[in-house]
């Protein structure tokens, strides 16, 4: 849900103070503080084999980085292509054996690899350096704090700081995103689509292509953690294209609607 915002103007660049927030609960807390639209001298990490990142204001100043794009199968096939230990993963994670999708080694093209479960994408961002997108002072995203962009890195990126309900604007288009409405019927290549950017220039697809997990995770039934997915594909109605659409899948389940990207923290 958008926060209602008030705006001015700092020597650091645009801040917005939240002037009044509902929807906070025991669990999120809510949006308190105020958003820096300035990453300062915050440099991101350039990893190869991985995305292009660019940093980002936060709110209360915590500037961090975040994938340009969704990973796509060239990234991860040639991650594959390493032999990546499967040891050593948290404990929620312990079963995952492999971090080869169902449907086998993705083609090595510049498509978003899907069919990727919530454990195979954490442990593609660590291996690099990096972490799934989570909460903005570290660690995982409080489970309902996912529409807070003072918690959630993910949430923050695709809003510009709690700005606006779509990466691109405050109205829904069905022709700028490649959502259902759009009639594409499969994930296509970032940038496809120019009417896709935002929350920050540089930044595509947070809206629609393939669902992007995200690190929030919650106990589900028997057992199996429910992690959040975000943003939406290609797939998904209008009601599942804003940036606060809520949609949850088992920490196992890999689909081919579903990818990721990454963040790295700032300092």
Same mark, same amino acid.
């Given at each position: 849900?958008?926060?209602?915002?008030?705006?001015?103007?700092?020597?650091?660049?645009?801040?917005?103070?939240?002037?009044?927030?509902?929807?906070?609960?025991?669990? /999120?807390?809510?949006?308190?503080?105020? +958003?820096?639209?300035?990453?300062?001298?915050?440099?991101? =990490?350039?990893?190869?084999?991985? =995305?292009?990142?660019?940093?980002?204001?936060?709110?209360?100043?915590?500037?961090?980085?975040?994938?340009?794009?969704?990973?796509?199968?060239?990234?991860?096939?040639?991650?594959?292509?390493?032999? =990546?230990?499967? /040891?050593?993963?948290?404990?929620?994670?312990?079963?995952?054996?492999?971090?080869?999708? @169902?449907?086998?080694?993705?083609?090595?093209?510049?498509?978003?690899?899907?069919?990727?479960?919530?454990?195979?994408?954490?442990?593609?961002?660590?291996?690099?350096?990096?972490?799934?997108?989570?909460?903005?002072?570290?660690?995982?995203?409080?489970?309902?704090?996912?529409?807070?962009?003072?918690?959630?890195?993910?949430?923050?990126?695709?809003?510009?700081?709690?700005?606006? =309900? +779509? @990466?691109?604007?405050?109205?829904?288009?069905?022709?700028?995103?490649?959502?259902?409405?759009?009639?594409?019927?499969?994930?296509?290549?970032?940038?496809?689509?120019?009417?896709?950017?935002?929350?920050?220039?540089?930044?595509?697809?947070?809206?629609?292509?393939?669902?992007?997990?995200?690190?929030?995770?919650? @106990?589900?039934?028997?057992?199996?953690?429910?992690?959040?997915?975000?943003?939406?594909? +290609?797939?998904?109605?209008?009601?599942?294209?804003?940036?606060?659409?809520?949609?949850?899948? @088992?920490?196992?389940?890999?689909?081919?609607?579903?990818?990721?990207?990454?963040?790295?923290?700032?300092?």
């Amino acid at each position: 849900m958008l926060r209602r915002l008030s705006f001015a103007v700092s020597g650091l660049g645009l801040v917005v103070a939240a002037s009044g927030c509902d929807g906070g609960t025991e669990s /999120s807390g809510g949006t308190t503080g105020s +958003f820096v639209d300035d990453a300062g001298a915050l440099t991101c =990490p350039d990893v190869p084999g991985t =995305p292009p990142m660019i940093a980002l204001g936060g709110w209360d100043g915590r500037a961090y980085c975040i994938d340009t794009i969704e990973v796509t199968n060239a990234h991860y096939a040639a991650w594959l292509e390493t032999s =990546p230990d499967t /040891s050593g993963q948290r404990p929620d994670c312990a079963g995952d054996t492999t971090f080869v999708p @169902p449907s086998g080694p993705p083609p090595k093209n510049d498509y978003p690899v899907a069919n990727v479960d919530f454990c195979d994408a954490l442990a593609f961002c660590a291996a690099f350096g990096k972490r799934l997108c989570g909460r903005l002072t570290g660690g995982p995203t409080p489970y309902f704090g996912h529409d807070d962009p003072a918690q959630s890195q993910w949430h923050s990126a695709c809003t510009h700081g709690g700005a606006k =309900p +779509f @990466p691109y604007g405050s109205t829904y288009d069905s022709n700028a995103c490649n959502g259902a409405d759009a009639k594409y019927g499969a994930p296509l290549v970032a940038f496809a689509l120019p009417g896709c950017g935002g929350g920050s220039s540089g930044l595509v697809d947070m809206s629609g292509n393939v669902w992007e997990w995200e690190d929030a995770c919650i @106990p589900g039934d028997g057992g199996v953690p429910e992690c959040r997915r975000r943003g939406g594909s +290609f797939s998904s109605s209008a009601k599942y294209m804003s940036c606060d659409a809520r949609s949850s899948r @088992p920490i196992d389940a890999a689909e081919d609607n579903t990818g990721f990207r990454c963040c790295a923290d700032g300092s």
